[in-house]
């Protein structure tokens, strides 16, 4: 419940402030999700790839989105979209595969950011180590619309931490990463560094883990935020 009032009152205040119509919509939209059940809200699932790991230098290069209704992926309105980008990809390509010539027909970064606000309405975002996720679209939208503002996602990685510290557990290194923390639930093995494809990892990892702890009907969003 006090979960729940922070994380509406700082969601308030940030569409307060803001002055672009487009993100004050957003963040007004998200309000009355944070109360409600992970069966009832409305989610998705993204994952980026960039250029690199610092947000302040390196650019967005792809964006995947897999919603997730009822507690299920909808795998129909799943979405992956390439973005044009200053310069060229580089050395990075040897990791995510995206090549120069695959960002001819791309969207523009502003394109983009226009795009995530409109398919993330009224949607709980999930990732997998969000923080880094959440750096390059808040720097993308302040690029984009000329204002910072901070965006909220549960974070499957935290949930997992949370989850193992609880049981006591040792973490080495790497145990959090996406694909070992999928194996704990027997799920899948996924080729990775490709947006679309992480994003539905990302998105099966936070069923499993919803599952774990009660179920869709009784974990809330606050739950999952906090």
């Known amino acids: ?3 729940g009032i922070k994380i509406r009152s700082q969601l308030c205040w940030r569409a307060l402030m803001a002055k672009d119509a487009m993100l004050k919509g957003y963040l007004q939209s998200l309000m009355p999700v944070i109360d409600e059940s992970f069966m009832e809200a409305e989610l998705l699932a993204i994952d980026l790839e960039m250029t690199g790991l610092d947000a302040n230098f390196d650019q967005i290069l792809s964006i995947g989105v897999v919603p997730i209704r009822r507690g299920q992926l909808i795998l129909s309105e799943a ?5 044009q980008i200053e310069g060229s990809v580089g050395q990075s390509a040897t990791i995510h595969g995206i090549l120069d010539a695959h960002l001819d027909a791309a969207l523009t970064p502003e394109q983009a950011m ?3 606000l409109t398919v993330s309405q009224g ?7 969000a923080p880094l ?3 390059f679209l ?6 984009s ?7 909220l996602a549960i974070d499957t990685l935290q949930l997992e931490k949370r989850r193992l510290l609880r049981q006591h557990e040792h973490l080495q290194e790497g145990s959090l990463r996406l694909g070992r923390s999928r194996a704990r639930y027997g799920l899948p093995v996924y080729a990775a560094h490709n947006a679309l494809i992480d994003a539905l990892a990302c998105g099966e ?3 499993a883990q919803v599952a774990a702890m009660g179920g869709a009907n009784k974990v809330k969003i606050a739950e999952l935020l906090a």
Request: aromatic fraction near 6%.
């Open 123 to 129: 949607k709980v975002l999930v990732a997998h180590h």
């Open 205 to 207: 990892l936070l069923l």
């Open 1 to 3: 419940m006090l979960a």
């Open 79 to 83: 979405q992956h979209k390439l973005v």
């Open 145 to 151: 619309l000329g204002e910072k503002t901070r965006l």
């Open 133 to 135: 996720d959440l750096a």
């Open 114 to 116: 226009a795009w995530f």
């Open 138 to 143: 808040q720097s993308g939208l302040q690029a």
